[in-house]
């Protein structure tokens, strides 16, 4: 059964199965995103998406909330910038983001996110914590200062290889993403080398081995087609 | 009107964001009609001047040298501009810090990389003391204005000295002026 | 057990006891047994047989009675003139004493005054005001029974309530009960119970894809939240160890209303005694026939697992406990759809903290009405604080809703020791906010603690005095809430580290006005966007502190005096100095060059 | 990694390196308590973390070995049985020392001086939180709230409730227990 709704003023409908966010890509609305990525469940973790439904004291994420007869939702508002800013000011000080250096240069969501919220500066203290690159895989690296933990690698490992190598352990800012028992990516046993995780990583942390700065790009529209292949035999050639 | 009084300085950066400076190329001519060049690592200057307008600050906060130069900076300009990535995030210049401090950095850089003579240079004044962790100017001195970039490019600067010129704050919106590296 | 044998169980039980003259309760709780308290009772017990006084007296283990600081605690209930024969004696003609301090070396003493008089030096009389103040539903058994057997709960009329439901009631009646009484959830942010249990009641388990493992026969789930995580809190704990009986029949109570035939408790492995007591309660609740299949010759099944925490905060969040309970990272995702709906292993899940279920049974037996004559008009009932901090008696405590803080402090609590002024009240754990002074004649209930912006929260009362630096209050509570974050949304992961790197400095002096500012927008955005309730009231003490003690910031900020106690020196990071050198040097001291 | 002695005194979960696995399983008893754990939840996934209690108890801490069997026994993979182990806090894929003491950093506690108290034991046995002295005879670690908040502040020495310590005396209670249990070894 359609439901219609308001996005930001505009009337729209939508199937009653769709989230906020399928329902504003359908009208070409744009909410900005980070952790979610088409052909992948969505997790909520990145609240990039939240939005303002009027009669919810809460913000929600358009990413897991799902439409409603009659919502009046507001994706743009002064108070979700500031937020969204803040946000993406928080991820660059978390982990050494540095767009300068970085293979995805160029190609990258995070760097593409700065852009949108007008970030022109970190108001927080960098926390320039030590953390590790692996190149031991012969094809693919993983550098864990550009990671920000939106478990899209983990969620393509998972739900579209279906070789769950890789998981996150430990908690909070001490999280960090590892292949079986944290061992380095070369040695692990479960991995199939596919790739998908290359391709579902919206920064610089999964790359190809090789790439030099701004050189990698990643390929996050190829989950989606498989995903709609396997699922719905669709080819769009 | 009288001349904008113009300074830049070039503290812990590799001076890429002067070279993309000088980029402007003939519009530096037009540039020097508005302002007079006071302090700048491509002028002849021995101390930073009093009553500067608008500095341009390129590079991270690195040593005590920075330090002391970028509080007199604060002092004596009305409008300091972060220029260049290192200035306004560390950049390059800073991802020494998870190294864990000055002393670690100097060993890998005089010590354990050396095959010959490994020792720090120790005579007085030839290197200032670095300081533990390089951070970006604002984080020592409030800060006016904030041009990405590594190296920002040559129309980016334009548009923001502009501005500067003209009185009005420069719009940092879009890609052409944000885009960070 | 159906309900005849039931009674005739409690009826013998309490010929049994009645042929007791003395009943010794000694607190077996965790705080009273990290002091020796089972070596106490076994010395009371040496010395009865002894004296070959077994017969007329009889020492018994119990919870807690609630106050902790002068444990060990030993209660001793006599009858005065009655004769060891038939029938229940009259309250009047008992006599409590309670001693404080005790030793097991003080048993002599204790066995050889049973009949005369009280042992002077160790009494603590049992009329002050922490005795008279209170209202015991919750605990009316913690500190009476024997939490190890299950004879001594159903003496005291435990599972008449489950019976009651089962023959009598059906599940709307039972809901509908709930629902007058004005329950509401005492985890922390008092939803409505009886709303609750009506909507897990409705809830389709079919409406969302469920993977029930095998084994596990219900398609709709009760889950005891006992993963008491707030620093300062131990009501659970005393409600599990005390008397676990009754959680299990509330827990079995509400499957029956919701319509399920499976539950969990979920438990700290912090509290080992906890767990002991529960798989002991569940395993004397099975066989006599209170848990498992046909429960009291009824067609109602109930099972009950008990399943550990591993030491994780945010499994107190609702989604998080399931993920835990499934086995995996306790980390929460977005409601809705809210457990009710789609819960443990997609399927309609009710979660009640181990207060609001232990406040059912007493609902079912004596009426909607007379719960709903306790407390204030939307705060009903009671609730138990554990009353910690900077206060004479510290221990545990339940008063009528709507009691002020000033007789909970002053009254119940012997106020301020030390000669020292009292600052401030902390409520609700990490979650929840300072109250000062000014709002000591407040009622405490849900909205009045709202409005000062604290919380309820799960019962934790932290009384802090003159000497308290309340900045730092604030960085302990964000420490925690940045160790404790799950890391799997931004704004609590990062947000709660750069929070707290802005108190650290503020407490080292380093920081700035401006510095005040951003902590503030940081409040508000992580308290707006963060996927939890642990991000998202993360800030509160923050925000508490910054609105009644705010010139305490501003005195640290602006270079003031650190009042002396409380405050901790922390690990001054290289960079910091090293710019405040760099700042000092630069005013007097001319740059000579710049360098590249 | 070497055999390091436990709690207990007997050896720890990795057995001499020429040991294969069943051999290793099937010679340490310890494994059986695991087992039954694993079999009371029908060697499905959710008995994960009570599969990890299990064996955290019988060995101290969780090694590669034992997290491996595990996750083959419950069909889960590595990778999830890694990041649910390192999770939760009370879990540790370190060996222990052989006397832990747990210092209780609850809000009562804290506010009743736990800091100081902590501070004292970190300096006297040149320890940090968290971590094990050289000698591995005492691990130093922290908690959120025992629930003896009347006792603050307090701490637990191998199980035992040390209450309202001071961080004077702290030092010396400590050194007491642990000459204690050098002399009955």
Not at chain 1, 129 to 158: K, W, Y
Not at chain 3, 47 to 60: M, P, S, T, W, Y
Not at chain 3, 217 to 228: A, L, M, P, T, W
Request: hydrophobic share 40%; glycine share 10%; with cysteine.
């Amino acid at each position: 059964m359609p439901r219609t709704l308001t996005i930001n003023g505009q009337e729209i409908s939508a199937r009653s199965d769709q989230t906020i966010l399928e329902a504003a890509q359908d009208a070409n609305i744009r909410i900005p995103t980070l952790c979610h990525l088409d052909g992948l469940t969505d997790v909520g973790a990145c609240r990039m998406c939240l939005v303002e439904v009027t009669g919810s004291n809460k913000l929600l994420p358009a990413c897991t909330t799902r439409v409603q007869e009659g919502m009046e939702v507001r994706t743009d508002t002064e108070r979700l910038r500031a937020y969204r800013r803040q946000i993406i000011e928080l991820l660059f000080a978390e982990r050494n983001h540095v767009c300068a250096v970085c293979v995805a240069n160029g190609h990258c969501e995070l760097q593409n996110a700065a852009i949108a919220v007008g970030m022109d500066h970190v108001r927080y203290d960098y926390i320039f914590p030590r953390l590790s690159v692996d190149l031991s895989h012969e094809r693919f690296g993983m550098d864990h200062n550009r990671c920000i933990l939106c478990t899209r690698c983990v969620r393509a490992c998972d739900q579209l290889e279906g070789a769950h190598t890789i998981d996150v352990m430990g908690r909070g800012a001490k999280s960090l993403i590892i292949r079986d028992m944290n061992v380095p990516w070369g040695e692990s046993t479960t991995c199939t080398s596919c790739g998908k995780c290359v391709m579902a990583c919206p920064t610089g942390a999964l790359f190809k081995q090789g790439s030099t700065v701004a050189e990698m790009v990643h390929d996050a529209e190829k989950l989606a087609f498989l995903k709609a292949a396997r699922e719905r035999k669709v080819w769009n050639v | 009107m009288g001349k904008l009084r113009f300074a830049s300085v070039w503290l812990g950066g590799c001076s890429g964001c002067h070279m993309s400076f000088l980029d402007l190329d003939e519009w530096l001519f037009d540039l020097a009609e508005a302002v007079e060049v006071v302090y700048s690592p491509v002028a002849d200057f021995k101390t930073f001047p009093e009553n500067v307008d608008v500095t341009l600050v390129e590079g991270a906060i690195a040593n005590r040298d920075h330090l002391e130069l970028i509080h007199t900076i604060r002092k004596n300009s009305r409008l300091v501009v972060s220029f260049g990535d290192c200035a306004v995030t560390g950049n390059v210049t800073a991802m020494r810090n998870p190294l864990g401090g000055a002393d670690v950095v100097l060993d890998r850089a005089y010590r354990d990389a050396q095959l010959l003579r490994p020792q720090v240079p120790h005579d007085d004044g030839i290197v200032p003391p670095l300081i533990d962790h390089v951070v970006p100017v604002h984080a020592v001195i409030p800060v006016d204005l904030y041009i990405p970039g590594c190296p920002p490019p040559a129309k980016r600067i334009r548009a923001v000295l502009q501005a500067v010129i003209e009185g009005k704050s420069p719009e940092m919106i879009g890609r052409e002026m944000l885009k960070f590296g | 057990m159906n309900l005849e044998e039931l009674n005739a169980l409690a009826t013998s039980e309490r010929l049994a006891q009645a042929k007791k003259r003395h009943h010794i309760h000694v607190c077996v709780g965790t705080a009273c047994q990290a002091l020796n308290s089972e070596q106490i009772a076994k010395a009371l017990q040496a010395e009865l047989k002894q004296r070959g006084q077994r017969n007329d007296a009889e020492v018994k283990c119990v919870g807690c009675p609630g106050l902790c600081s002068l444990g060990p605690l030993v209660e001793v209930e006599s009858r005065v003139n009655g004769q060891a024969t038939t029938g229940v004696p009259e309250e009047d003609r008992r006599r409590s004493v309670l001693y404080q301090f005790v030793k097991p070396e003080d048993a002599a003493e204790i066995i050889a005054h049973l009949d005369g008089e009280p042992v002077k030096r160790l009494e603590t009389p049992l009329d002050q005001p922490f005795f008279t103040r209170q209202t015991k539903i919750v605990l009316e058994n913690c500190g009476k029974i024997d939490p190890e057997r299950i004879e001594d709960y159903i003496a005291a009329g435990g599972y008449q309530a489950l019976m009651k439901v089962l023959t009598e009631m059906t599940p709307q009646e039972v809901i509908d009960e709930i629902t007058r009484s004005g329950l509401r959830g005492r985890g922390g942010a008092g939803f409505p119970t009886g709303l609750k249990w009506g909507t897990v009641a409705k809830a389709d388990p079919n409406a969302y894809p469920t993977n029930v493992p095998e084994g596990i026969q219900s398609r709709k789930f009760v889950i005891c939240n006992g993963d008491e995580g707030d620093p300062g809190a131990f009501m659970d704990r005393s409600v599990m160890e005390g008397d676990p009986h009754r959680i299990l029949e509330g827990m079995a109570i509400a499957a029956y209303a919701v319509g399920a035939n499976h539950g969990f408790i979920y438990v700290r492995a912090e509290y080992p005694l906890a767990v002991k007591r529960l798989r002991t309660a569940i395993r004397q609740a099975q066989r006599a026939g209170l848990l498992g299949s046909g429960i009291g010759g009824t067609a109602f099944s109930f099972n009950v697992d008990i399943r550990l925490g591993a030491g994780a905060f945010v499994c107190g969040e609702e989604t998080a406990l399931m993920a835990s309970i499934e086995g995996g990272r306790g980390t929460p995702r977005p409601r809705p759809p809210f457990p009710a709906e789609c819960g443990l292993w997609g399927c309609p899940t009710l979660i009640n903290n181990v207060e609001t279920l232990a406040n059912v049974p007493p609902i079912i037996m004596k009426g909607a009405a007379w719960f709903a004559g306790i407390g204030t008009e939307k705060s009903k009932g009671t609730k138990v604080f554990a009353l910690t901090g900077q206060v004479a008696h510290t221990g545990l405590i339940e008063v009528p809703m709507g009691i002020s803080l000033r007789e909970i402090v002053f009254d119940i609590g012997g106020g301020i020791p030390g000669g020292r002024q009292f600052k401030a009240v902390q409520t609700g754990g990490p979650s929840g906010g300072c109250i000062p002074a000014q709002f000591l004649d407040m009622p405490v209930d849900y909205e009045s603690l709202a409005k000062v912006g604290s919380i309820m929260g799960s019962g934790g009362m932290i009384v802090m005095d003159d000497s308290t630096d309340m900045v730092e209050v604030a960085r302990f509570f964000m420490e925690f809430c940045m160790d404790e974050s799950c890391g799997k949304c931004i704004p609590c992961r990062a947000g709660t580290v750069q929070m707290h790197r802005i108190l650290t400095k503020i407490q080292e002096g380093k920081a700035t006005q401006r510095d005040i500012q951003i902590l503030e927008e940081l409040c508000d955005m992580v308290k707006h966007t963060s996927l939890c309730g642990l991000g998202q009231s993360a800030p509160n003490p923050v925000i508490s502190t910054l609105r009644y003690f705010r010139e305490e910031y501003e005195k640290k900020v602006n270079g003031g005096q650190r009042p002396e106690a409380g405050s901790q020196k922390s690990v001054v990071s290289g960079q910091k100095s090293e710019l405040e050198v760099g700042s000092r040097e630069s005013e007097s001291s001319k740059p000579t060059a710049h360098s590249s | 990694m070497t055999s390091t002695p436990t709690a207990s005194g007997r050896p720890a979960g990795n057995g001499a390196a020429t040991a294969t696995p069943s051999d290793r399983l099937a010679s340490d008893k310890r494994y059986k308590i695991i087992e039954a754990t694993m079999r009371r939840h029908g060697y499905q996934g959710h008995g994960l973390i009570e599969a990890l209690h299990s064996a955290q108890e019988a060995f101290g801490y969780l090694d590669d070995f034992t997290l491996r069997h595990i996750a083959r026994t419950l069909h889960l993979p590595p990778s999830k049985v890694f990041g649910v182990a390192t999770f939760y806090n009370l879990f540790t894929l370190k060996p222990q020392g052989a006397h832990t003491c747990v210092v209780c950093l609850g809000t009562a506690c804290y506010i009743k001086g736990a800091r100081e108290v902590l501070a004292a034991i970190e300096a006297e046995y040149d320890v940090k939180a968290g971590g094990t002295t050289r000698d591995n005879q005492l691990s130093l670690l922290t908690a959120r709230c025992f629930g003896s908040c009347a006792l603050a502040p307090v701490l637990t020495f191998d199980g035992e409730t040390i209450g309202k310590v001071a961080p004077s005396a702290i030092a010396q209670q400590i050194a007491q227990r642990l000459a204690a249990a050098r002399q009955t070894q």
